[in-house]
């Protein structure tokens, strides 16, 4: 695997589901991140990581929780999430220059 | 006044049209700029990647930064077909990992064959 992956690419859950997204980057960078995408939105920043310590939190809800165990590997945890919380959530890493690589996505579904 | 202003089209064009995509932004400390090419259920992907005022060639692809205007342009040449997909444009003030970069919302292109 090459770059910057994500899984699922689907996910279709509940309002009461608990589920996690998953990052994997293999480019040896130091710095990861989730954005959210929506319809007719700008990407939004919404957690950073920098060499494996939360280095921003833009305002999100805590019903998305991340963890990154290592420097290739990101999480998302989501818990009692609403139906606004659909969207595409990409996962990117960067290093020195600071020139993000995306992954794929997941495209989240709330029902 | 949004920091970055992107029109989301969709913008139509033939195959072979010379394409013009443009954002404006607010913050004049922006000194980094970048559009990302995005396809149909992919992530965004660099396209092009320039520093300060000037142009910036590569191929098909011309990008293009006026700070004194706060105004960044991408040229395509010679459109094709497989050039179809979401161009967003990206800035940030410096380079680092924490730096926050900002979109604009992505203009959507169609060159049809």
């Known amino acids: 695997e090459t770059g910057v992956t994500q899984t699922p690419r689907h996910l279709v859950m509940g309002m009461t589901n608990k589920k996690s997204l998953k990052c994997e980057q293999h480019l040896g960078h130091n710095a990861m991140y989730w954005y959210k995408q929506s319809a007719k939105k700008p990407l939004e920043l919404m957690f950073v990581?920098?060499?494996?310590?939360?280095?921003e939190n833009n305002s999100v809800p805590s019903r998305f929780s991340p963890e990154c165990p290592n420097s290739s590997h990101l999480f998302l945890h989501l818990h009692t999430l609403q139906p606004e919380d659909s969207a595409l959530y990409l996962c990117?890493?960067?290093?020195?220059?600071?020139?993000?690589?995306f992954g794929p996505g997941t495209r989240l579904t709330v029902l | 006044q949004k920091e970055v202003e992107q029109d989301p089209g969709p913008l139509s064009v033939p195959e072979g049209a010379i394409v013009s995509l443009n954002c404006t932004y607010s913050?004049?400390?922006?000194?980094?700029f970048m559009w990302y090419r995005q396809y149909s259920r992919k992530g965004p992907e660099l396209l092009m990647y320039?520093?300060?005022?000037g142009n910036k060639e590569d191929g098909r692809f011309t990008a293009q930064v006026d700070k004194s205007s706060k105004y960044i342009s991408l040229f395509i040449r010679d459109s094709q077909p497989s050039d179809s997909a979401t161009y967003l444009c990206?800035?940030?003030?410096?380079?680092?990992?924490?730096?926050?970069?900002?979109f604009g919302k992505g203009t959507k292109l169609t060159v049809n064959p």
């Open positions: 320039t520093y300060s005022s």
């Open positions: 990117a890493s960067s290093h020195g220059s600071g020139v993000k690589v």
């Open positions: 990206a800035m940030n003030r410096a380079q680092g990992g924490s730096e926050k970069l900002v």
């Open positions: 990581y920098s060499l494996e310590e939360r280095v």
């Open positions: 913050n004049s400390a922006f000194q980094y």
